[in-house]
């Protein structure tokens, strides 16, 4: 499991934008609310049949 608060700390450095203390709560959430979404997505099984769209068409 990640550590959401680690990863911000630690990608805020790396990417040279530094986050407010008083912000970095509010960004750990957000980064918590994502990852959560993230699971549901990587985790959903698909039907060995399906095949990636290779042009998306809306």
């Not at 911000?8 to 790396?14: G, H, I, N, P």
């Not at 960004?27 to 042009?55: K, M, W």
Request: glycine share 2%; charged share 20%; hydrophobic share 45%.
């Amino acid at each position: 499991m990640v550590n959401i608060e680690e990863y911000v700390d630690r990608t805020s450095e790396l990417i040279n934008l530094p986050i407010k203390p008083e912000h970095r709560p509010g960004v750990v959430v957000n980064f918590q609310r994502i990852a959560a979404i993230a699971q549901l997505v990587t985790e959903f099984p698909l039907p060995h049949e399906i095949e990636a769209a290779p042009v998306f068409q809306p």
